[in-house]
Protein backbone atom coordinates (compact mmCIF):
# COMPACT_ATOMS: atom_id res chain seq x y z
CA UNK A 1 0.00 0.00 0.00
CA UNK A 2 1.18 3.51 -1.21
CA UNK A 3 0.06 6.50 0.72
CA UNK A 4 -1.14 9.57 -0.96
CA UNK A 5 -2.10 12.95 1.17
CA UNK A 6 -2.82 10.57 3.43
CA UNK A 7 -5.01 8.08 1.37
CA UNK A 8 -4.01 4.54 1.31
CA UNK A 9 -3.48 3.41 -2.28
CA UNK A 10 -2.90 -0.28 -3.63
CA UNK A 11 0.66 -0.15 -4.80
CA UNK A 12 -0.07 -3.19 -6.91
CA UNK A 13 -2.83 -0.73 -8.49
CA UNK A 14 -0.37 1.94 -9.08
CA UNK A 15 1.99 0.04 -11.30
CA UNK A 16 -1.36 -0.77 -13.18
CA UNK A 17 -2.24 2.47 -13.78
CA UNK A 18 1.36 3.71 -14.44
CA UNK A 19 0.73 0.86 -17.25
CA UNK A 20 -2.15 1.96 -18.68
CA UNK A 21 -1.32 5.75 -18.83
CA UNK A 22 1.94 4.12 -21.12
CA UNK A 23 -0.75 2.53 -23.28
CA UNK A 24 -3.17 5.51 -23.57
CA UNK A 25 0.06 7.83 -24.44
CA UNK A 26 1.39 5.78 -26.97
CA UNK A 27 -1.62 4.75 -28.92
CA UNK A 28 -1.59 7.75 -31.50
CA UNK A 29 1.64 6.57 -31.97
CA UNK A 30 0.58 3.00 -32.97
CA UNK A 31 -2.36 4.04 -34.41
CA UNK A 32 -0.26 6.02 -36.95
CA UNK A 33 1.96 3.58 -37.07
CA UNK A 34 -0.91 0.77 -38.36
CA UNK A 35 -2.83 3.72 -40.28
CA UNK A 36 0.18 4.32 -42.52
CA UNK A 37 2.32 0.95 -42.57
CA UNK A 38 5.23 0.60 -43.73
CA UNK A 39 5.56 4.55 -44.89
CA UNK A 40 5.15 5.61 -41.20
CA UNK A 41 8.40 3.48 -40.16
CA UNK A 42 10.56 6.38 -42.06
CA UNK A 43 8.94 9.10 -40.23
CA UNK A 44 10.70 10.42 -37.00
CA UNK A 45 10.51 13.61 -34.72
CA UNK A 46 7.79 14.84 -36.71
CA UNK A 47 5.32 12.64 -35.50
CA UNK A 48 6.49 13.01 -32.01
CA UNK A 49 5.64 16.55 -32.27
CA UNK A 50 2.24 16.08 -33.60
CA UNK A 51 0.73 13.74 -31.78
CA UNK A 52 2.45 14.73 -28.16
CA UNK A 53 0.12 16.52 -27.08
CA UNK A 54 -3.52 15.12 -28.17
CA UNK A 55 -1.22 11.71 -26.78
CA UNK A 56 -1.54 13.75 -24.03
CA UNK A 57 -5.19 14.88 -23.74
CA UNK A 58 -6.09 11.19 -24.40
CA UNK A 59 -4.17 9.70 -21.72
CA UNK A 60 -5.99 12.00 -18.91
CA UNK A 61 -9.47 11.71 -20.39
CA UNK A 62 -8.64 7.65 -20.45
CA UNK A 63 -7.64 7.63 -17.06
CA UNK A 64 -10.22 9.94 -15.68
CA UNK A 65 -12.61 7.53 -17.73
CA UNK A 66 -11.17 4.33 -15.91
CA UNK A 67 -11.08 5.38 -12.65
CA UNK A 68 -14.79 6.60 -12.57
CA UNK A 69 -15.56 3.62 -14.21
CA UNK A 70 -14.16 1.67 -10.92
CA UNK A 71 -10.84 0.09 -12.49
CA UNK A 72 -8.24 0.99 -10.12
CA UNK A 73 -10.76 -0.44 -6.91
CA UNK A 74 -9.03 -3.26 -4.60
CA UNK A 75 -12.49 -4.67 -4.66
CA UNK A 76 -14.56 -5.13 -8.01
CA UNK A 77 -17.85 -7.22 -8.24
CA UNK A 78 -18.95 -9.08 -11.56
CA UNK A 79 -16.27 -11.06 -11.98
CA UNK A 80 -14.89 -11.40 -15.45
CA UNK A 81 -18.23 -9.99 -17.71
CA UNK A 82 -18.42 -6.96 -14.70
CA UNK A 83 -14.39 -6.48 -15.39
CA UNK A 84 -15.14 -6.21 -19.66
CA UNK A 85 -18.30 -3.93 -19.17
CA UNK A 86 -16.02 -1.14 -16.74
CA UNK A 87 -13.05 -1.43 -19.46
CA UNK A 88 -15.70 -0.85 -22.56
CA UNK A 89 -17.63 1.56 -20.64
CA UNK A 90 -15.02 3.37 -20.28
CA UNK A 91 -13.70 3.36 -23.54
CA UNK A 92 -16.82 4.96 -24.56
CA UNK A 93 -16.84 7.37 -22.38
CA UNK A 94 -13.37 8.40 -23.26
CA UNK A 95 -14.13 8.18 -27.14
CA UNK A 96 -16.99 10.61 -26.57
CA UNK A 97 -15.16 12.95 -24.68
CA UNK A 98 -12.30 12.89 -27.28
CA UNK A 99 -14.87 13.40 -29.74
CA UNK A 100 -16.07 16.76 -28.04
CA UNK A 101 -12.77 17.90 -27.56
CA UNK A 102 -11.67 17.48 -31.34
CA UNK A 103 -14.86 19.61 -32.23
CA UNK A 104 -14.25 21.96 -29.56
CA UNK A 105 -10.30 22.09 -30.63
CA UNK A 106 -9.80 20.94 -34.20
CA UNK A 107 -5.83 21.31 -34.65
CA UNK A 108 -5.10 18.52 -32.33
CA UNK A 109 -8.06 16.11 -34.27
CA UNK A 110 -5.29 13.13 -35.52
CA UNK A 111 -7.02 12.27 -38.95
CA UNK A 112 -10.56 9.50 -38.60
CA UNK A 113 -8.28 6.55 -39.57
CA UNK A 114 -5.51 7.14 -36.68
CA UNK A 115 -7.65 7.82 -33.97
CA UNK A 116 -9.84 4.57 -34.84
CA UNK A 117 -6.80 2.24 -34.44
CA UNK A 118 -5.37 3.84 -31.66
CA UNK A 119 -8.71 3.04 -29.89
CA UNK A 120 -8.49 -0.43 -31.27
CA UNK A 121 -4.67 -0.47 -30.16
CA UNK A 122 -5.45 0.56 -26.63
CA UNK A 123 -8.25 -2.03 -26.48
CA UNK A 124 -6.19 -4.66 -27.44
CA UNK A 125 -3.51 -3.72 -25.10
CA UNK A 126 -5.42 -2.91 -22.32
CA UNK A 127 -7.18 -6.39 -21.99
CA UNK A 128 -4.24 -7.77 -22.89
CA UNK A 129 -2.22 -6.16 -19.61
CA UNK A 130 -5.23 -7.03 -17.58
CA UNK A 131 -5.19 -10.52 -18.33
CA UNK A 132 -1.54 -10.52 -17.24
CA UNK A 133 -2.39 -8.25 -14.32
CA UNK A 134 -4.75 -10.78 -12.81
CA UNK A 135 -3.07 -13.71 -13.35
CA UNK A 136 -0.02 -11.95 -11.29
CA UNK A 137 -1.85 -10.79 -8.82
CA UNK A 138 -3.79 -13.68 -7.83
CA UNK A 139 -0.27 -15.71 -6.29
CA UNK A 140 0.11 -15.42 -3.04
CA UNK A 141 3.56 -13.91 -3.66
CA UNK A 142 2.47 -10.70 -4.16
CA UNK A 143 0.46 -10.46 -0.67
CA UNK A 144 2.23 -9.25 2.78
CA UNK A 145 2.99 -11.48 5.28
CA UNK A 146 1.41 -10.37 8.17
CA UNK A 147 2.37 -12.04 11.94
CA UNK A 148 -0.39 -10.84 14.53
CA UNK A 149 0.37 -10.60 18.12
CA UNK A 150 -2.67 -11.88 19.40
CA UNK A 151 -5.32 -14.42 18.83
CA UNK A 152 -8.45 -13.19 20.93
CA UNK A 153 -11.01 -10.63 20.49
CA UNK A 154 -9.13 -7.88 18.41
CA UNK A 155 -6.96 -10.64 16.29
CA UNK A 156 -10.25 -12.10 15.55
CA UNK A 157 -11.49 -8.71 13.98
CA UNK A 158 -8.45 -9.77 11.60
CA UNK A 159 -8.96 -13.33 11.01
CA UNK A 160 -13.07 -11.97 10.28
CA UNK A 161 -11.51 -9.33 7.84
CA UNK A 162 -9.17 -11.88 5.83
CA UNK A 163 -11.69 -14.58 5.61
CA UNK A 164 -14.72 -12.30 4.27
CA UNK A 165 -12.31 -9.52 2.25
CA UNK A 166 -11.92 -9.71 -1.73
CA UNK A 167 -8.72 -8.98 -3.41
CA UNK A 168 -6.95 -8.77 -0.05
CA UNK A 169 -3.45 -7.76 -0.06
CA UNK A 170 -2.24 -9.81 3.11
CA UNK A 171 -1.78 -13.08 4.06
CA UNK A 172 -1.63 -13.47 7.40
CA UNK A 173 0.73 -16.45 8.74
CA UNK A 174 -0.28 -16.59 12.00
CA UNK A 175 -1.44 -15.73 15.17
CA UNK A 176 0.59 -15.50 18.48
CA UNK A 177 -1.35 -15.93 21.70
CA UNK A 178 -0.34 -13.18 24.25
CA UNK A 179 -0.83 -13.34 28.17
CA UNK A 180 -4.22 -15.37 29.25
CA UNK A 181 -6.71 -14.08 26.25
CA UNK A 182 -9.02 -16.93 25.13
CA UNK A 183 -8.33 -18.24 21.33
CA UNK A 184 -10.43 -16.90 19.13
CA UNK A 185 -9.16 -17.71 16.18
CA UNK A 186 -8.89 -20.53 14.06
CA UNK A 187 -6.28 -22.58 16.76
CA UNK A 188 -4.92 -24.35 13.44
CA UNK A 189 -3.20 -20.74 12.84
CA UNK A 190 -1.96 -20.38 16.50
CA UNK A 191 1.91 -20.12 15.62
CA UNK A 192 4.07 -21.51 19.31
CA UNK A 193 7.48 -19.82 18.40
CA UNK A 194 10.41 -21.46 20.50
CA UNK A 195 12.89 -18.89 19.26
CA UNK A 196 12.73 -14.95 20.12
CA UNK A 197 10.16 -12.80 17.74
CA UNK A 198 12.56 -11.34 15.50
CA UNK A 199 14.20 -14.97 14.54
CA UNK A 200 11.03 -16.48 14.05
CA UNK A 201 9.45 -13.42 11.74
CA UNK A 202 12.72 -13.83 10.15
CA UNK A 203 12.39 -16.83 8.92
CA UNK A 204 8.90 -16.78 8.02
CA UNK A 205 9.65 -13.69 6.01
CA UNK A 206 7.31 -11.50 7.83
CA UNK A 207 7.08 -8.09 6.14
CA UNK A 208 4.89 -6.96 8.67
CA UNK A 209 3.83 -7.54 12.10
CA UNK A 210 0.09 -6.24 13.78
CA UNK A 211 -0.21 -6.07 17.41
CA UNK A 212 -3.34 -6.42 18.35
CA UNK A 213 -3.77 -8.31 22.31
CA UNK A 214 -6.76 -7.95 24.01
CA UNK A 215 -5.02 -6.33 26.97
CA UNK A 216 -1.34 -4.27 26.48
CA UNK A 217 -0.81 -3.91 30.10
CA UNK A 218 0.49 -7.59 30.30
CA UNK A 219 2.25 -9.92 28.20
CA UNK A 220 3.17 -7.54 25.14
CA UNK A 221 6.98 -8.26 24.73
CA UNK A 222 7.72 -5.00 23.88
CA UNK A 223 11.78 -5.38 23.56
CA UNK A 224 10.94 -8.07 21.31
CA UNK A 225 8.85 -6.07 19.22
CA UNK A 226 11.30 -3.25 19.05
CA UNK A 227 13.84 -5.85 17.95
CA UNK A 228 11.51 -6.81 14.93
CA UNK A 229 11.31 -3.11 14.36
CA UNK A 230 15.29 -2.39 14.57
CA UNK A 231 15.19 -5.61 11.98
CA UNK A 232 13.09 -4.08 9.51
CA UNK A 233 9.94 -5.31 9.82
CA UNK A 234 7.17 -2.95 10.11
CA UNK A 235 5.12 -2.73 12.94
CA UNK A 236 1.52 -1.71 12.96
CA UNK A 237 -1.28 -1.37 15.32
CA UNK A 238 -4.59 -2.42 14.86
CA UNK A 239 -6.41 0.53 14.24
CA UNK A 240 -3.80 1.34 11.96
CA UNK A 241 -4.04 -1.80 10.13
CA UNK A 242 -7.88 -1.43 9.32
CA UNK A 243 -7.13 2.00 7.98
CA UNK A 244 -4.80 1.20 5.39
CA UNK A 245 -6.74 -2.51 4.30
CA UNK A 246 -10.36 -1.52 4.63
CA UNK A 247 -10.58 2.11 4.47
CA UNK A 248 -11.98 3.10 7.87
CA UNK A 249 -11.47 3.64 11.38
CA UNK A 250 -13.27 0.78 13.68
CA UNK A 251 -14.96 2.00 16.83
CA UNK A 252 -14.84 -1.05 18.59
CA UNK A 253 -11.34 -0.81 19.43
CA UNK A 254 -10.99 3.01 19.16
CA UNK A 255 -9.44 4.63 21.97
CA UNK A 256 -8.75 8.45 22.41
CA UNK A 257 -5.55 8.66 22.45
CA UNK A 258 -4.86 7.07 19.18
CA UNK A 259 -6.99 9.77 17.52
CA UNK A 260 -4.59 12.63 19.48
CA UNK A 261 -1.37 11.07 18.62
CA UNK A 262 -2.18 9.50 15.12
CA UNK A 263 -2.01 11.98 11.86
CA UNK A 264 -4.50 13.52 9.75
CA UNK A 265 -7.42 16.02 11.26
CA UNK A 266 -5.76 18.90 9.91
CA UNK A 267 -7.79 21.51 8.44
CA UNK A 268 -5.99 24.43 7.79
CA UNK A 269 -7.19 27.83 5.82
CA UNK A 270 -5.79 27.13 3.01
CA UNK A 271 -7.11 23.21 2.69
CA UNK A 272 -10.54 25.39 3.45
CA UNK A 273 -10.14 27.81 0.70
CA UNK A 274 -9.41 24.40 -1.69
CA UNK A 275 -12.07 22.73 -0.69
CA UNK A 276 -14.45 25.88 -1.11
CA UNK A 277 -12.91 26.38 -4.85
CA UNK A 278 -13.41 22.62 -5.67
CA UNK A 279 -16.61 22.53 -4.12
CA UNK A 280 -18.10 25.27 -6.54
CA UNK A 281 -16.31 24.74 -9.49
CA UNK A 282 -17.80 20.95 -9.20
CA UNK A 283 -21.26 21.98 -8.56
CA UNK A 284 -21.26 24.64 -11.40
CA UNK A 285 -19.14 22.19 -13.84
CA UNK A 286 -21.80 19.79 -13.02
CA UNK A 287 -25.22 22.45 -12.95
CA UNK A 288 -23.64 22.89 -17.15
CA UNK A 289 -24.38 19.54 -18.23
CA UNK A 290 -27.40 18.14 -15.81
CA UNK A 291 -29.75 21.34 -15.91
CA UNK A 292 -31.94 19.70 -19.06
CA UNK A 293 -31.83 16.30 -16.84
CA UNK A 294 -33.21 18.26 -13.79
CA UNK A 295 -35.91 20.30 -15.88
CA UNK A 296 -37.62 17.01 -17.38
CA UNK A 297 -37.07 15.53 -13.67
CA UNK A 298 -39.28 18.72 -12.68
CA UNK A 299 -41.51 17.69 -15.77
CA UNK A 300 -42.09 14.41 -14.99
CA UNK A 301 -42.49 14.82 -11.12
CA UNK A 302 -45.42 17.80 -11.82
CA UNK A 303 -47.04 14.88 -14.54
CA UNK A 304 -47.18 11.87 -11.88
CA UNK A 305 -48.68 14.27 -9.39
CA UNK A 306 -50.01 16.63 -10.69
CA UNK A 307 -48.83 20.84 -11.27
CA UNK A 308 -50.21 21.79 -7.57
CA UNK A 309 -47.85 19.18 -6.04
CA UNK A 310 -44.41 20.08 -4.72
CA UNK A 311 -41.45 19.32 -7.11
CA UNK A 312 -38.53 19.77 -4.56
CA UNK A 313 -38.97 18.29 -1.07
CA UNK A 314 -36.87 20.38 1.52
CA UNK A 315 -35.99 18.67 5.02
CA UNK A 316 -34.07 19.89 8.24
CA UNK A 317 -30.79 18.42 8.35
CA UNK A 318 -27.19 18.80 10.62
CA UNK A 319 -24.40 19.99 9.15
CA UNK A 320 -21.15 21.41 10.18
CA UNK A 321 -20.65 22.40 13.76
CA UNK A 322 -24.54 20.68 14.62
CA UNK A 323 -25.81 24.24 12.46
CA UNK A 324 -29.22 22.86 10.94
CA UNK A 325 -30.11 23.64 7.22
CA UNK A 326 -32.63 22.44 5.18
CA UNK A 327 -31.37 20.17 2.24
CA UNK A 328 -32.85 20.43 -0.95
CA UNK A 329 -33.55 17.49 -3.19
CA UNK A 330 -36.18 15.84 -5.87
CA UNK A 331 -39.46 14.76 -3.82
CA UNK A 332 -39.40 11.12 -4.77
CA UNK A 333 -42.04 10.02 -2.41
CA UNK A 334 -45.35 10.72 -2.00
CA UNK A 335 -46.67 13.69 0.03
CA UNK A 336 -48.17 11.76 2.61
CA UNK A 337 -45.31 10.27 3.39
CA UNK A 338 -44.73 11.67 7.04
CA UNK A 339 -47.84 12.78 7.41
CA UNK A 340 -47.69 10.81 11.36
CA UNK A 341 -44.71 13.21 11.73
CA UNK A 342 -42.58 10.47 12.84
CA UNK A 343 -38.99 10.47 10.62
CA UNK A 344 -37.81 7.21 9.58
CA UNK A 345 -35.28 5.59 6.91
CA UNK A 346 -36.16 4.58 3.32
CA UNK A 347 -36.73 0.90 3.27
CA UNK A 348 -36.01 -1.89 0.51
CA UNK A 349 -39.00 -1.80 -1.87
CA UNK A 350 -40.51 1.01 0.32
CA UNK A 351 -44.13 1.63 -0.69
CA UNK A 352 -43.78 5.51 0.00
CA UNK A 353 -41.68 6.04 -2.93
CA UNK A 354 -43.44 7.33 -6.33
CA UNK A 355 -42.70 5.59 -9.89
CA UNK A 356 -40.57 8.63 -10.75
CA UNK A 357 -39.38 8.50 -7.75
CA UNK A 358 -37.77 5.05 -8.00
CA UNK A 359 -36.10 5.96 -11.15
CA UNK A 360 -34.66 9.22 -9.47
CA UNK A 361 -33.34 7.50 -6.15
CA UNK A 362 -31.72 4.87 -8.09
CA UNK A 363 -29.91 7.16 -10.56
CA UNK A 364 -29.13 9.63 -7.69
CA UNK A 365 -30.85 12.66 -10.09
CA UNK A 366 -33.13 13.46 -6.91
CA UNK A 367 -29.74 14.29 -5.22
CA UNK A 368 -28.65 17.00 -8.16
CA UNK A 369 -30.65 19.88 -6.32
CA UNK A 370 -28.47 19.92 -3.16
CA UNK A 371 -25.80 21.87 -5.74
CA UNK A 372 -27.42 24.65 -4.84
CA UNK A 373 -26.93 23.94 -0.98
CA UNK A 374 -22.95 23.22 -1.76
CA UNK A 375 -22.74 26.85 -3.97
CA UNK A 376 -24.60 28.64 -0.55
CA UNK A 377 -21.58 26.80 1.14
CA UNK A 378 -24.09 24.38 3.83
CA UNK A 379 -22.58 21.55 2.15
CA UNK A 380 -19.45 20.31 0.74
CA UNK A 381 -19.37 18.16 -2.46
CA UNK A 382 -17.82 15.51 -0.70
CA UNK A 383 -18.26 14.53 2.93
CA UNK A 384 -19.91 12.86 5.34
CA UNK A 385 -24.03 12.11 4.54
CA UNK A 386 -26.46 15.14 6.05
CA UNK A 387 -28.40 13.03 8.61
CA UNK A 388 -32.13 14.63 10.41
CA UNK A 389 -31.71 15.67 13.61
CA UNK A 390 -33.98 13.61 15.41
CA UNK A 391 -31.50 10.20 14.08
CA UNK A 392 -28.46 12.42 15.03
CA UNK A 393 -29.42 12.88 19.00
CA UNK A 394 -30.03 9.68 19.38
CA UNK A 395 -26.49 7.98 17.51
CA UNK A 396 -24.61 10.81 19.62
CA UNK A 397 -25.99 9.59 23.04
CA UNK A 398 -25.27 6.10 22.00
CA UNK A 399 -22.59 5.90 19.59
CA UNK A 400 -18.86 6.82 20.78
CA UNK A 401 -17.32 9.26 18.49
CA UNK A 402 -20.62 9.93 16.65
CA UNK A 403 -20.38 13.39 17.03
CA UNK A 404 -16.97 13.61 15.37
CA UNK A 405 -18.47 13.19 12.13
CA UNK A 406 -19.84 16.86 12.17
CA UNK A 407 -16.13 18.76 12.35
CA UNK A 408 -16.65 19.22 8.28
CA UNK A 409 -19.59 19.91 5.89
CA UNK A 410 -21.41 17.22 4.79
CA UNK A 411 -21.37 16.17 1.62
CA UNK A 412 -23.54 15.14 -1.76
CA UNK A 413 -21.09 11.64 -2.06
CA UNK A 414 -18.78 10.53 0.15
CA UNK A 415 -16.27 7.87 1.18
CA UNK A 416 -18.89 5.97 3.26
CA UNK A 417 -21.70 6.48 0.54
CA UNK A 418 -18.99 4.76 -2.00
CA UNK A 419 -18.05 1.93 0.60
CA UNK A 420 -20.97 0.97 2.01
CA UNK A 421 -24.63 0.71 0.54
CA UNK A 422 -27.49 2.58 1.79
CA UNK A 423 -27.77 2.83 5.99
CA UNK A 424 -31.30 2.15 7.55
CA UNK A 425 -30.82 1.20 10.77
CA UNK A 426 -28.14 1.56 14.21
CA UNK A 427 -26.13 -1.00 12.90
CA UNK A 428 -25.73 0.46 9.72
CA UNK A 429 -25.38 3.76 11.18
CA UNK A 430 -22.58 2.45 13.18
CA UNK A 431 -20.46 0.82 10.20
CA UNK A 432 -20.58 4.05 7.98
CA UNK A 433 -19.74 6.54 11.16
CA UNK A 434 -16.26 4.17 10.78
CA UNK A 435 -15.91 5.75 6.81
CA UNK A 436 -16.49 9.07 7.76
CA UNK A 437 -13.89 9.04 10.50
CA UNK A 438 -11.73 7.86 7.84
CA UNK A 439 -12.49 10.60 5.76
CA UNK A 440 -12.04 12.89 8.28
CA UNK A 441 -9.08 11.51 9.43
CA UNK A 442 -7.58 11.90 6.26
CA UNK A 443 -9.24 14.46 4.21
CA UNK A 444 -7.69 15.98 1.23
CA UNK A 445 -8.34 17.57 -2.37
CA UNK A 446 -6.87 13.92 -3.51
CA UNK A 447 -9.38 12.36 -1.62
CA UNK A 448 -12.17 13.93 -2.91
CA UNK A 449 -11.14 14.29 -6.90
CA UNK A 450 -10.94 10.56 -5.75
CA UNK A 451 -14.40 9.89 -4.77
CA UNK A 452 -15.66 12.06 -7.26
CA UNK A 453 -14.75 10.09 -9.67
CA UNK A 454 -15.43 6.85 -8.20
CA UNK A 455 -19.29 8.56 -7.52
CA UNK A 456 -19.53 8.04 -11.05
CA UNK A 457 -19.47 4.15 -11.05
CA UNK A 458 -21.86 4.20 -7.89
CA UNK A 459 -24.25 6.15 -10.32
CA UNK A 460 -23.78 3.73 -12.97
CA UNK A 461 -24.18 0.77 -11.19
CA UNK A 462 -27.12 2.18 -8.97
CA UNK A 463 -25.07 0.94 -5.78
CA UNK A 464 -26.65 1.39 -2.59
CA UNK A 465 -29.60 3.01 -3.95
CA UNK A 466 -33.14 2.89 -2.40
Known amino acids: MIRIFRHYVSGVYVILFLSDAGIFFSAFFLGNLLRFFPASLRWGVEVIDRFAIPSTIYMVVMLLSSIGMGLYQR ?22 AM ?9 VFVGRGVFGYALLAALILMLASRFVFLKFVDTRELRRRVL ?3 AGYNA ?7 KHSANRNFQVIGYIPMGKEPCRVDPARVCQINSSLSEYALQANIDEIVVAPDDRRGGL ?22 EREAGL ?22 QQLGKRIFDVVASLLLLSVSWPIMLLTMCAIALESGWGAP ?4 QVRVGKDWQLFKVIKFRSMRTDAEKDGRARWASHNDDRVTRVGRFIRKTRIDELPQLFNVLKGEMSFVGPRPERPQFVEKFAETIPYYTERHRVKPGITGW ?33 FLIMLQTVEVVLWGKGAR
Open 75 to 96: VQNGGDAGLLLRILGGFVAGTI
Open 99 to 107: GLIFYTFPS
Open 148 to 150: VLG
Open 156 to 162: SMIHDFE
Open 221 to 242: AVDEILDCKMSGIEVVDLLSFF
Open 249 to 270: VRIDCLHPSWLVFSDGFQYSGV
Open 311 to 314: IFYR
Open 416 to 448: AQLCYPYGSGYQDAIEKLQYDLYYVKNYSLFLD
